[in-house]
């Protein structure tokens, strides 16, 4: 099956920096890469994804790359902010309606 | 948010008791999946469910049962609970856009 590394597990970032989070599959037929944000006792929830047929994309503040040949895909979140503190989660997945999930990445945006 | 509830949302339950833990969607979404969650392994797929009465086991599926008798239903069962069964619970719902998923609250269940 699949499997998704993902790094580093923890990240300290000053307040308007930026943060990246990087993470690789194992699967070359995997297509769908969403990240998921998970606030302290909350539920993950869905913040980007991309698939396979597109290099880059961004939503305001976040973005998120794909290297398909490296099979590895990274999330970008510029300009920081205290209420990006969270756990991040990226995963992968072929067209079989399952996600594989990264361990996790705790962000902490100092202020 | 409101499309996806799970219940109970805490749970204390004795070791070798069964356990059912219930996920509700408004959605009408054709999947659902059941995850549970441990300090660092991060979410792993219990079973998920691809229509009424259709299901399949994920990467940790042992000692769990599931069952699916409507679309907007989707039951995990632990027919007896262990305290490796202690564990955040997820349940996720996604629609006809390939592998997007939404999450409930979740459950925490704690085996004592």
């Known amino acids: 099956g699949e499997n998704v590394e993902q790094h580093p597990s923890t990240l300290s970032v000053q307040e308007g920096d930026s943060a990246v989070i990087k993470c690789t599959y194992s699967d070359s037929a995997s297509n769908y890469f969403p990240w998921y944000k998970q606030e302290l006792g909350k539920r993950p929830q869905l913040i980007i994804d991309i698939r396979s047929n597109v290099g880059e994309k961004k939503d305001q503040r976040i973005a998120v790359t794909l290297n398909k040949t490296a099979k590895h895909f990274s999330l970008h979140i510029t300009e920081t902010q205290p209420e990006d503190s969270a756990v991040y989660f990226c995963?992968?997945?072929?067209?079989?309606?399952?996600?594989?999930f990264g361990a996790g990445t705790t962000v902490t945006v100092r202020a | 948010d409101a499309g996806i509830t799970q219940s109970p949302r805490h749970k204390v339950t004795e070791t070798g008791t069964p356990v059912t833990l219930r996920c509700h969607q408004t959605e009408n979404h054709r999947y659902m999946y059941w995850y549970r969650q441990d300090p660092g392994h991060g979410l792993r797929l219990i079973h998920y469910?691809?229509?009424?009465?259709?299901?399949d086991k994920g990467e940790v599926s042992d000692g769990y049962s599931v069952s699916r008798s409507k679309t907007e239903d989707f039951l995990l069962t632990l027919e007896s609970a262990t305290s490796s069964q202690t564990s955040v619970y997820f349940c996720a719902s996604g629609g006809d856009r390939v592998n997007e998923q939404y999450f409930g609250p979740g459950t925490r269940l704690t085996v004592t």
């Open positions: 469910s691809y229509g009424v009465k259709d299901t």
């Open positions: 995963a992968a997945s072929r067209n079989d309606y399952k996600l594989s």
